[in-house]
């Protein structure tokens, strides 16, 4: 009995509507693991994410956290037994502050030592932030924006980090500092599943890795295996 893997996936199938999104999928994550999940557009990544953050429901198969059955856990619960969700395109408030950002990351917490704390944390790996307290979310850079996604995540002091597509549309030197930070949260314990489609950049730091394709996973591997594997370097390496 008792799973070692922090996150379980199980045959899990995902619809919008009619149209079948994800057609069982089977994948872990490890305490401590950097685990990728790479495939084109479409081909059912976020909705992979979106599912074990409850934001969109598995009709079949199952989700495990810690052992523990999550697949009908909805969004703002899963959050809080310690999985973090870092949408794709951010979704930071953009009319609010980067304080008053990462306070609603923090929505649950009531003792205000506790979100003092974490909040000095949050700034540690983005000194960043702290210098732009008070700047409205949305005339923040590309890469600040990715960073206070990041960081209102953290507010929560999550398990499991699940980032979708972080190095969207930012210039390759911010790029590096995000994944440098990715890799310095995994140093200290935190699980990461990473979408992502720079397949280079995450196989790079990832343990293992997954190839989704039309919503089923076609190969899974260590990262640096996957790295050199023919199918991978013509499909997503190219
Ligand atoms: P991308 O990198 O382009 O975001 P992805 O791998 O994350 O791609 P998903 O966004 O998970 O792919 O989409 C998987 C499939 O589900 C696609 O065929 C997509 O068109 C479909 N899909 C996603 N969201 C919805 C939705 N809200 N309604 C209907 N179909 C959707």
């Given at each position: 009995m008792g799973s070692a893997h922090i996150l379980e996936l199980k045959n899990v199938e995902t619809f919008y509507g009619k149209i079948q999104a994800l057609k069982g999928i089977d994948l872990y994550v490890d305490k401590g693991e950097i685990v990728t999940l790479i495939g084109s557009n479409g081909a059912g990544k976020s909705t992979t994410l979106k599912t074990i953050s409850g934001q969109v429901e598995a009709k079949k198969g199952s989700i495990h956290y810690n052992g523990e059955?999550?697949?009908?856990?909805p969004a703002h619960k899963t959050s809080l037994v310690g999985i973090a969700h870092v949408p794709e395109g951010r979704r930071i408030f953009p009319r609010l502050s980067v304080k008053e950002n990462l306070l609603i990351g923090a929505f649950s917490i009531k003792d205000k030592k506790v979100i003092e704390t974490r909040m000095k944390r949050v700034f540690e790996y983005f000194p960043r932030l702290k210098e732009r307290l008070d700047q409205k979310g949305g005339t923040m850079s590309g890469g600040e924006q990715q960073m206070l996604a990041i960081g209102r995540a953290l507010m929560m002091k999550p398990d499991v980090l699940m980032l979708d597509?972080?190095?969207?549309?930012?210039?390759p030197i911010i790029v590096e500092q995000i994944f440098d930070i990715i890799k310095e949260l995994n140093n200290e314990g935190m699980s990461i599943l990473l979408v992502e489609q720079n397949a280079y950049q995450a196989l790079h730091i990832a343990d293992r890795g997954y190839v989704i394709q039309t919503g089923q996973i076609v190969l899974e591997g260590v990262g640096t295996e996957l790295m050199t594997n023919r199918q991978i370097q013509e499909a997503y390496l190219a």
């Open positions: 059955d999550i697949t009908s856990l597509e972080p190095s969207m549309g930012l210039a």
